[in-house]
């Protein structure tokens, strides 16, 4: 399994590869991914934040958390913006009004949410690095698809999963944003350490920001209805899952009084 990933993965980048055809394979390459993510997270084996100190030190390079936040994301911004100025035909109405629901959360993420950042653990070089080649992989694919690729009808706006999966979407995007809130509130100035987060998701689950963001890409996913989109929404919700039960795991061990009705990722599911 792991030759058929790591060929998959060379081919992808192999440079005389068709375009259309980069794009369709990074899709199915990110799939294969999405299974060794799990993985690697819960395995403990590319450590960082919360994880990445007291019984994880490591001797590799960190990177400050809000500059590493604003380079990591950045690509995934910056290069669908470039497609969309270098392209030669004039993509359909849907499809931009998909790459700028794509955009808005990147936006986000790279030029505020990272300046909104008190206090976060430096981020270990390995994670970041792989951070931004994701992010910089899923930026090209997805512009590559939308904006020269694919043919929205201007009544896709009427179909019930750009509908559906367009509510999803900006329910996903508040309460990401609300989560993240609660999380950046925690702290008093000056304060360390960890505590409780309650309200909104936090009620129910201990990822509520990562349930968040998987909400977003899913909904996304079911808008886009590609093979792109989906595998992107594959990718996000193993990983993110990942990272909401080591982050249950976690609060469980280390708060007598942590709520014990409260569900990992899902709400009173998983």
């Not at 199915?28 to 990445?52: E, F, K, Q, T």
């Not at 694919?141 to 201007?154: E, F, K």
């Amino acid at each position: 399994m792991a030759d058929t990933i790591l060929w998959r993965s060379c081919l992808a980048f192999w440079p005389s590869l068709d375009e259309k055809r980069r794009v369709e394979l990074l899709a199915s390459v990110m799939i294969d991914w999405a299974c060794v993510a799990p993985l690697v997270i819960i395995g403990g084996l590319l450590p960082y934040g919360r994880y990445a100190v007291k019984g994880n030190k490591t001797r590799s390079f960190h990177i400050n958390a809000r500059l590493a936040w604003i380079l990591q994301e950045l690509p995934a911004f910056a290069i669908p913006l470039h497609v969309l100025m270098t392209t030669k035909r004039l993509p359909s109405v849907p499809a931009l009004v998909l790459m700028g629901s794509f955009l808005l959360h990147y936006g986000y993420r790279a030029l505020i949410y990272s300046f909104s950042i008190r206090g976060g653990k430096p981020s270990p070089l390995p994670f970041f690095l792989l951070a931004m080649f994701f992010c910089a992989c899923n930026g090209y694919m997805q512009a590559n698809y939308l904006l020269r690729h694919s043919s929205y009808p201007t009544s896709w706006f009427s179909e019930w999963n750009f509908i559906l999966g367009m509510f999803v979407f900006f329910f996903g995007f508040y309460t990401n944003i609300r989560c993240d809130n609660i999380l950046r509130g925690l702290r008093k100035p000056g304060e360390t350490g960890y505590k409780i987060p309650r309200g909104w998701i936090f009620n129910y689950v201990s990822g509520g920001n990562y349930f968040g963001e998987a909400a977003e890409w899913c909904g996304w996913a079911l808008a886009c209805w590609s093979p792109q989109g989906l595998a992107f929404a594959v990718f996000a919700t193993a990983f993110l899952s990942a990272r909401s039960y080591s982050h249950h795991k976690w609060y469980l061990a280390s708060f007598p009084n942590y709520p014990r009705n409260r569900k990992a990722f899902v709400p009173f599911l998983l």
